[in-house]
């Protein structure tokens, strides 16, 4: 028997409540008993995204939401500043350019963070941008954009909406939809949020309402003004992943009593542990500035390939990690802590790839990553 890990940035582990709430019986999605659990969520979404606007919610993977804030929004021939720097960013510019969007792209190195004055500058030069895409998170290089202020500056211009890709950030820091002005923010099932891969949420202000009114490209099933008519009643238009709700009912349940700010102190408590101990073992981190709390990605000492780091992980100790993408393949490693994700998680994950690396030939002191984690994270 070989148990296995998950500590790959999606999907994550899901907890034992949530996996018997989906294994409830299915129960039809126009009874009265899905409308209260289904108004349940939607306000304990509001919660979870720090906002008074409604959250929609989707049967899709993250992308469907990606793929919504772009067709709902923009029409073809309008204008998108797109920060591109590692996969998701650009997915972004793959997006936009299926609906017809002409794409401004902001390149950032893989490993940095966008600098806000470059956004600023963009949105100055041509003021005509309708959209400024990011990720709160970018899940390929491990790296945070400063969301927060690139916030105050689009607020700044009447006709341009920030949307922010927070699909492995939403659930791991801080993220004030409303104070800070975001007005789409998107996010999925099966990080942050402790679900199986399948649904997307997605976050409308009133100033992107505004916009949806005016755009001329098409969407049939992710119809966000169709879709709200619906949700405001408690009901979706098209049938629901009803098993998926019910486990996202358990997991809102499970967030609001650890309470917002608890959860967010638990994942820099792992994400810093995990940092520290990646140190403590020799290794070196992938992001040169602004580390997301989600993921740790890390580079692969010299004359090892990341992805025989990741492929023993997996073989060896039946832990899942993530390789790197496109030109970081086989120079970086990723391990997860957002989500159902406690102290010995990070233990287990750095003591699985000391292991590992000892294993290639590497030479590392056995329990060096561990015991810098164990001494972070005692009670
Ligand atoms: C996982 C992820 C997505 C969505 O991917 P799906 O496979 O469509 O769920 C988008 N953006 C980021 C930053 C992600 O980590």
């Known amino acids: 028997m070989l148990k296995r890990y998950l500590l790959a ?3 994550t582990p899901v907890p034992p409540e949530v996996l018997l709430a989906m294994a409830k019986p299915i129960i039809h999605h126009r009874a009265p008993e899905f409308a209260q659990i289904f108004g349940e969520v939607r306000e304990d979404l509001k919660w979870l995204f720090q906002t008074t606007n409604d959250v929609l919610i989707f049967a899709s ?3 469907g939401g990606m793929e919504g804030a772009v067709s709902n929004f923009l029409s073809p021939g309008d204008k998108a500043l797109v920060v591109n720097g590692g996969k998701f960013g650009e997915r972004w510019g793959k997006l936009c350019k299926t609906f017809g969007v002409q794409v401004i792209e902001l390149k950032v190195e893989w490993g940095h963070a966008v600098n806000p004055q470059a956004v600023a500058d963009a949105l100055k030069k ?6 400024v895409f990011v990720q709160a998170s970018e899940t390929s290089t491990g790296v945070a954009h400063p969301t927060k202020a690139l916030a105050e500056i689009v607020k700044l211009h009447d006709g341009t909406i920030l949307v922010v890709d927070a699909i492995t950030a ?3 820091f801080d993220i ?3 104070a800070w002005g975001i007005d789409v923010v998107i996010t999925g099932s099966q990080k942050a949020l402790m679900l199986p891969p399948g649904l ?3 976050s409308v202000s009133e100033k992107a309402w505004q916009m949806a009114d005016k755009t001329k490209n098409a969407a049939f099933y992710f119809n966000f003004k169709k879709e709200r008519e619906s949700q405001v009643k408690n009901q979706t238009a098209y049938t629901p992943a009803v098993s998926m709700i019910l486990g996202l009912q358990e997991v809102l349940r499970m967030l609001k009593a650890e309470g917002l700010e608890n959860v967010f102190l638990r994942q820099t408590r792992l994400a810093h542990a995990m940092r520290e101990g990646a140190k403590a073992a020799g290794l070196s981190l992938f992001p040169k500035e602004s580390p997301s709390d989600a993921l740790t990605a890390i ?4 004359g090892v390939d ?3 780091i990741y492929k023993n992980l997996r073989v060896q100790y039946g832990m899942t990690a993530a390789g790197g993408q496109d030109h970081l393949k086989g120079k970086i490693f990723r391990l997860s802590h957002m989500g159902y994700m406690d102290s010995f998680d990070v233990i287990t994950a750095l003591a699985a790839v000391e292991m590992v690396l000892k294993g290639l030939g590497h030479s590392v002191k056995l329990g060096s990553g561990v015991a810098k984690a164990q001494e972070l994270l005692m009670a």
Do not use: N, W, Y
Request: charged residues 15%; proline residues 14%.
């Open 61 to 63: 993977s993250g992308t």
């Open 170 to 172: 939403l659930g791991v």
């Open 306 to 308: 990341g992805q025989a």
């Open 200 to 202: 997307a949420f997605v």
């Open 299 to 302: 580079c692969s000492p010299d």
């Open 9 to 11: 940035p999606g999907p």
């Open 176 to 178: 004030q939809t409303d």
């Open 126 to 131: 041509d003021p005509s941008i309708k959209a």
